[in-house]
């Protein structure tokens, strides 16, 4: 029973953590925060979503009130007290505790929270069959205000996404930037495959760049395929022979239908099956 969880260096009963109403997190989203995915009770690419952590924290004008060597350590520690071997771990920084106004200069005591849970994952039928998507009317944010590449606590700007995507029966949605590129969906990266090479939007497309998504690129190429980081339009989605998904949940996961059109065959395709196969063998590795 996944039941402790890590608040600045103590394990509570998850009915016991509990963080103050004053916290800037709560009251404005001020903040960041990392998905990670544990197999077998290992961490996959536990450096780098540290690392991202302390580049969104640093984006912020946040510091984290602790080493990157004790984060890790307390990760490792509160995966283990919950006795999780495959999970997925939630880790919070906050701005802590202030006034009511808007001066991040008089909040103190950031909080740290760690919560390892089960892992709610996508139905085995999303992957064998891949999924269908719609681009939504939300844009991406702009990379001049809250920066994507920022993983920041407020995220209302994808659940908005998400909310259209639910609207349509999509458990998906493709978002587009302010320039009406493809960036992303509303928690994974996106790929398409032309004619054998994969194509995905660049980091400044307005797009998190995603653990998984640098994993699949380094595989590929491993593979011996070729990878651009390329803007794409919707028209280019459109026409792809395969594309997917990438994230720290959803691991790889084919899409099959965009806007009611068939992307290639309708099925997930040879070049995607293949990159589930072995991002599946190097997360289990
Ligand atoms: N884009 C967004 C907006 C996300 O929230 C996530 C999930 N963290 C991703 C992409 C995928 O990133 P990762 O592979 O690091 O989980």
Redesign the pocket.
């Known amino acids: 029973m996944a039941n402790k969880v890590y608040i600045n260096g103590t394990l509570h009963a998850k009915e016991d953590a509990v963080i103050s109403v004053y916290d800037h997190g709560l009251l404005y989203g001020y903040g960041v925060f990392e998905?990670l995915r544990s197999y077998a009770g290992k961490v996959f690419r536990i450096e780098e979503?540290i690392e991202?952590l302390w580049d969104s924290a640093k984006a912020l004008w946040m510091e984290i009130p602790m080493t990157q060597q004790a984060m890790r350590q307390a990760i490792e520690e509160t995966l283990e007290a919950n006795g999780i071997g495959d999970g997925y771990i939630r880790v919070l920084v906050t701005r802590g505790s202030g006034t009511l106004g808007l001066d991040p200069n008089q909040t103190s005591n950031p909080q740290v929270i760690i919560i390892a849970d089960a892992l709610a994952l996508y139905p085995e039928q999303y992957y064998k069959d891949g999924l269908e998507i719609v681009t939504v009317s939300v844009t991406r944010n702009h990379p001049a205000a809250l920066n994507?590449r920022v993983?920041s606590l407020n995220?209302l700007n994808?659940i908005l996404a998400k909310i259209e995507g639910l609207q349509a029966g999509c458990v998906e949605a493709l978002m587009l930037n302010h320039k009406g590129e493809v960036a992303?969906?509303?928690?994974?990266?996106i790929f398409v495959v032309d004619a054998g090479t994969l194509l995905t939007p660049p980091q400044d497309a307005g797009?998190?760049k995603?653990?998984?998504?640098g994993a699949v690129i380094e595989l590929a190429e491993e593979a011996g395929r070729t990878v651009r980081e390329v803007p794409l339009t919707k028209h280019d989605v459109y026409i792809a022979d395969e594309c997917f998904l990438?994230?720290?949940?959803a691991e790889v996961v084919a899409v099959v239908k965009v806007d009611s059109r068939a992307i290639g065959a309708g099925t997930p395709g040879p070049v995607t099956r293949d990159l589930m196969k072995r991002f599946r063998l190097l997360a289990r590795a």
């Open positions: 998905g979503h991202r994507p993983k995220y994808n992303e969906c509303t928690g994974d990266n797009i998190l995603g653990v998984t998504r990438t994230g720290t949940a």
